[in-house]
Nanobody
């Protein structure tokens, strides 16, 4: 089992920044590719960003490219999502997730076995 706990969400004005953190415990963190997903009311959960086990490879949804940065600190068992230039359409519950992986990242929701409880991000206009 892998336990994931997100933090860092909150209310921010459009154009502002937030940094989400996800602390992992349980099994060996470096065995897992990690991802950040979000789900807005009435919408499906979507992948925002993903990162490989080593951190060398990353993926971003088109909607956040150039604004969000995913990173991980394997010594601290933590994955981060730096969110800049936030827009009202970024408002959602953000979840981190872990996927057993080879060398790369994972983009399919079904690949992720472990999920955090989510943290609310609200961007006001």
């Amino acid at each position: 089992q892998v336990q994931l706990v997100e933090s860092g969400g909150g209310l921010v004005q459009a154009g502002g920044s937030l940094r989400l953190s996800c602390a992992a415990s349980g099994r060996t963190f470096t065995n897992y590719a990690m991802g950040w997903f979000r789900q807005a009311p009435g919408k499906e959960r979507e992948l925002v960003a993903a990162i490989s086990r080593s951190g060398r490879n990353t993926y971003y949804a088109d909607s956040v490219k150039g604004r969000f940065t995913i990173s991980r600190d394997n010594a601290k068992n933590t994955v981060y999502l730096q969110m800049n230039s936030l827009k009202p359409e970024d408002t959602a519950v953000y979840y981190c997730a872990a996927a057993e992986s080879g060398m790369g990242y994972r983009t399919r929701l079904e690949a992720y076995s472990y999920w955090g409880q989510g943290t609310q991000v609200t961007v006001s206009s």
